[in-house]
């Protein structure tokens, strides 16, 4: 999600930075002026191509599509063609989209060659983000440092980019750098996304001080009310299990939309409070706000907790029924789970047998728990053999949760469980 938006915010044709191309644009200049007959309408005389532009056009014909921007590098040179700072835009995104690493650090070393170049600042930009998209974080970092000025796009490109590689510590080091240079004022133009990937990293650093900080700034600048914010920092305080900070959060806004609602569920099922769940989820369908796949596989977590034989499971998977959902891989590996919680190992063996992508390894997980929980060992036993049948990578884990239950069993069961669970190594 956060790659394609930063293309957008990079690539903004609405910036003050341009490189228009307008290869015809004197011929456009001419016809308008003959159509307003501004000019005698007789024929122009046949003049002679210039050779830059025969050459131009007979070599752009000739390349390949597959061409990679190093071959078009190299094939101008050898042509002692000129490379425009448009030319050099065109090949910067072509390597952007297309993560060609190797051409990316080609055309860095051809740019800095050439003296005559005097990039703009969207100009950098955009060879950041070439770099961070092909993961040369180290190359970006470099060309980061050298920039004389940046704006909220270039420090926005490097936070990015050290979440993507889940260097969080880093990603927090630069976010201070940048608040102590702008003092603040940067998050006025900073887009929401960005905070999102900070408190993201608050959290896997569990810097927990640092996101206070961070939501005291959005709320001194009028921003904690965004909603595309709020989920983000329920979230943060859900994870810390600041429930308190968390519903507070919820409380302030106005209207509230999927995310925000399916944040909070989240935080009130990992902390065990189902039948809070089970309130949020039916408050959600009296205001009629949408249910997706993430907010039925927390509530059919919150389900499986519940001793109710399956009632709430069965309520909520005809919900899912209902909604369209069932054939999510998120939701089908939450059925299963649930009804094998639940003890209802037949109907969790019926969605099982209802999964069309066979390949989806939680769900074949799921069903064996089913079986390993609830007793049913000769089964778990006959599915491992099914699953390395399937070609599934069986976890350690499982095996030994099963050779675990298989000597709280009986002498015979033992032994034999025994013998067939060392078969997978």
Not at 120 to 132: D, G, I, P, S, Y
Not at 190 to 204: E, G, N
Not at 378 to 388: D, P, R, S
Request: with cysteine.
């Amino acid at each position: 999600m956060d790659a394609k938006a930063l293309r957008v915010a990079v690539h903004s044709p609405s910036s003050t930075n341009r490189f228009v191309c307008h290869p015809c644009g004197s011929n456009n200049l001419i016809n308008s002026a003959v159509e307003n007959h501004q000019l005698p309408l007789r024929s122009p005389k046949p003049t002679k191509p210039l050779k830059t532009s025969s050459n131009w056009r007979e070599t752009t014909q000739s390349i390949p599509a597959n061409t990679s921007s190093a071959n078009i590098l190299h094939l101008m040179d050898n042509l002692c063609l000129p490379i425009t700072t448009d030319m050099y835009t065109c090949l910067i995104k072509e390597c952007t989209f297309q993560k060609d690493s190797a051409g990316a650090l080609k055309l860095l070393n051809h740019i800095r060659k050439r003296v005559n170049i005097k990039p703009t600042l969207l100009f950098l930009n955009r060879l950041l983000l070439m770099h961070v998209s092909c993961g040369q974080l180290d190359t970006a970092r470099q060309l980061f440092d050298e920039m004389p000025l940046r704006d909220f796009n270039s420090w926005a490109v490097m936070i990015v980019g050290y979440v993507d590689v889940a260097d969080y510590q880093e990603c927090i080091t630069l976010f201070a750098e940048m608040m102590k240079r702008k003092k603040g004022h940067m998050l006025l133009v900073f887009p929401a996304w960005i905070i999102v990937c900070v408190l993201k990293a608050c959290v896997c650093t569990m810097n927990m001080e640092l996101g206070k900080q961070v939501h005291g700034l959005l709320f001194k600048l009028g921003s904690s009310r965004n909603i595309s914010l709020t989920g983000s920092l329920i979230n943060f305080y859900g994870k810390f299990r600041c429930l308190e900070d968390a519903d507070f959060v919820f409380s302030q806004l106005k209207r509230h939309n999927t995310v925000v609602w399916t944040a909070k569920i989240v935080n009130n099922c990992r902390e065990g409070h189902f039948h809070q769940v089970f309130n949020d989820f039916k408050e959600m369908g009296r205001k009629r706000i949408k249910k997706n796949s993430y907010t039925f596989s927390s509530v059919l977590k919150a389900c499986g907790g519940v001793d109710d034989d399956g009632n709430c499971g069965r309520q909520v998977h005809a919900n899912i029924v209902k909604i369209g959902l069932e054939s999510d891989d998120y939701v089908q590996c939450g059925l299963v789970d649930m009804y094998g919680k639940c003890r209802l190992l037949r109907d969790a063996k019926r969605v099982f047998e209802l999964i069309v992508d066979k390949k989806n390894i939680a769900s074949w997980n799921a069903m064996l728990m089913g079986y390993i929980r609830n007793g049913r060992y000769v089964e778990a036993t006959k599915f491992l053999y099914l699953m390395k049948a399937s070609g599934i990578q069986i976890q350690e884990s499982l095996i030994n949760d099963l050779r675990i239950a298989c000597s709280s069993s009986s002498d015979t069961l033992q032994n034999r469980m025994e013998q067939t669970v060392t078969m997978f190594p």
